[in-house]
């Protein structure tokens, strides 16, 4: 069984460029959600994508976008790069109706922007 | 708002001793409160879950009791060693939710 996997593991942009960043789920798993965390804070919820489609979206702006793939990869786009928008960026799958329970995360993104 | 408070304040043990660790949330009444493990720089890793009708569920060393009347989980690490230094977060869910909720999470250093 594969775990969850992401990529790059690191990334440098500067303000105002785009950034794609990407997810594999976990075997199986036809959920994945996206998460921003901060230093020093617990991850925040940025969406949700089950069976290709959006399922619910966190209090981040229209800049952060993302899709789902047939075999339920993920990308994560975010356009105009703020200086906060650096953190790690955290992808975790799951099975079966997103009620949110046990998610599985991937070893995350770092994200700076200069 | 929905708001989830763990101790900010990192908690420094001795090996071998029991770590307990505190959630308190509020304006949130989650079927379920699952914590996580999370290591510098990785992902965190699922540890366990309990639900609303569970007053204690256990696994190995690890024990996490849940009390819905005073909003609050307390998760044990009986017999602490090094390797349990991590941070430990928690997350209320189920509430119609399809999101994890996460709270700032708690650092746990356990002393040779």
């Known amino acids: 069984e594969t775990g969850v996997t992401q990529s790059p593991t690191h990334l440098i942009k500067t303000r105002g460029q785009q950034v794609t960043l990407r997810c594999s789920s976990q075997?199986?798993?036809?959920?994945v959600s996206w998460y921003q965390q901060a230093l020093g804070q617990g991850p925040q919820f940025i969406f949700q994508?089950?069976?290709?489609?959006?399922?619910g979206r966190g209090n981040f702006p229209p800049r952060f976008s993302g899709l789902q793939f047939p075999n339920y990869s993920s990308e994560l786009n975010v356009n105009a790069l703020e200086l906060d928008d650096s953190a790690l960026y955290l992808c975790?799958?799951?099975?079966?109706?997103?009620?949110?329970?046990?998610?599985?995360f991937g070893p995350g993104t770092r994200l700076l922007v200069l | 708002s929905q708001k989830i408070e763990q101790n900010s304040e990192a908690l420094n043990i001795q090996e071998g001793k029991t770590a307990t660790l505190t959630c308190n949330y509020t304006n949130y009444s989650p079927a379920y409160l699952q914590w996580y493990r999370q290591d510098p720089g990785r992902g965190p890793v699922f540890l366990l879950l309990?639900?609303?009708?569970?007053k204690e569920k256990r696994k190995e060393r690890l024990k996490v009791t849940f009390d819905t009347t005073l909003k609050q989980s307390l998760f044990h690490i009986t017999a602490s060693q090094p390797a349990d230094s991590a941070t430990y977060l928690c997350a209320p869910g189920g509430d119609s939710s399809y999101k994890l909720i996460f709270g700032s999470g708690t650092r746990l250093l356990v002393r040779p």
């Open positions: 975790a799958s799951s099975l079966g109706r997103p009620r949110a329970e046990t998610q599985y």
């Open positions: 075997s199986g798993h036809n959920t």
């Open positions: 994508y089950y069976r290709e489609e959006e399922n």
């Open positions: 309990i639900r609303e009708n569970e």
